[in-house]
């Protein structure tokens, strides 16, 4: 199998990556993201519904969004069954090779993950990511057509080990202008390893570096109260500006299973740097899908 992030990139998209943090937070790059949007693809008469818009207008006070859906329950049950069977792997220990979820090889195993030959091919993925709401939502946010990159599908483990990177707070600066498609494909409470996101942080002026920060570090600027757990039932969207405060919590009672999309205003550097698979019957729109996939 094919292991992923190799972290190659190309050096456009390596200069624009580490120069992100100069931006810092809101309005630098709206301001940065409105110079570029002009000369990108739009979708000709765009009007937007009323639920596009009010996504959106969380999305810019907030950071997050109201939980919704886009497949039905059976189209969840037939997205999750699918990766079941599949083989995955955990790129920190990597000496244990490939395996399915259901014979993970050791207990310091803590995330599993799946390349993207492989989530690109898992029923209802490319239409769900491709939902037309979604879209609606990136070309109001962008002013221009977004494009589909940074995609990652992961099972995160409930163990009692020590956290992993991202189940620290931090900020993702991949993009100029960018959000992020979280789908749950299991149950997630607050024993099962929920999102985290401090609300309205994507305007902060704190905690800018590009680092993990403590909970206590998070707390003394915005309070202990201030963080939010986005809970959901397998088959709950959220979207979420993740250069705002965030984190996953460390599952302790149920393994999550999460499937992660990124809407940006450009490339970023942890895209595939080819095209993956053909674009199906010329299906979906191959400037927003042209990371991913061969027109």
């Excluded at 937070?25 to 949007?37: D, G, M, N, Q």
């Excluded at 490939?98 to 490319?126: C, G």
């Excluded at 599908?153 to 080990?161: E, F, I």
């Excluded at 789908?183 to 905690?207: F, K, N, R």
Aim: with cysteine; aromatic share 10%; charged share 25%.
């Amino acid at each position: 199998m094919k292991v992923p992030f190799n972290n190659k990139a190309r050096w456009i998209d390596d200069v624009v990556w580490h120069q992100i943090p100069r931006l810092k937070i809101e309005p630098r790059r709206k301001l940065a993201a409105s110079l570029v949007a002009p000369f990108r693809p739009r979708t000709p008469g765009f009007a937007p519904s009323e639920q596009a818009l009010s996504l959106k207008t969380q999305l810019e006070t907030r950071g997050y969004t109201d939980a919704f859906r886009l497949m039905t329950d059976e189209q969840v049950a037939a997205m999750r069954r699918y990766f079941e069977e599949q083989p995955c792997f955990d790129g920190g220990h990597r000496q244990y090779g490939s395996f399915t979820i259901d014979k993970v090889p050791s207990p310091d195993i803590q995330m599993a993950r799946y390349v993207e030959e492989q989530f690109l091919a898992a029923p209802h993925l490319l239409d769900t990511i491709n939902h037309p709401l979604v879209l609606e939502v990136a070309e109001a946010f962008h002013g221009c057509k977004p494009t589909i990159d940074g995609m990652s599908v992961w099972w995160s483990l409930a163990r009692p080990n020590p956290r992993i990177s991202t189940q620290n707070y931090h900020r993702d600066y991949n993009q100029v202008r960018h959000f992020k498609m979280f789908l749950y494909l299991t149950d997630t409470d607050m024993g099962g390893g929920p999102h985290i996101y401090v609300p309205a942080s994507q305007h902060g002026q704190e905690l800018l570096e590009r680092r993990n920060h403590s909970d206590a570090e998070v707390e003394a600027v915005y309070g202990a109260s201030a963080p939010v757990a986005l809970t959901g039932r397998a088959g709950d969207c959220f979207l979420a500006d993740n250069i705002g405060m965030h984190k996953a919590l460390q599952p302790t009672h149920s393994d999550r299973l999460i499937v992660v999309t990124e809407y940006t205003l450009l490339r970023n550097r942890f895209g595939p740097l080819q095209p993956v698979l053909p674009n199906p019957d010329h299906r979906y729109d191959p400037y927003v899908n042209r990371v991913y996939l061969r027109s």
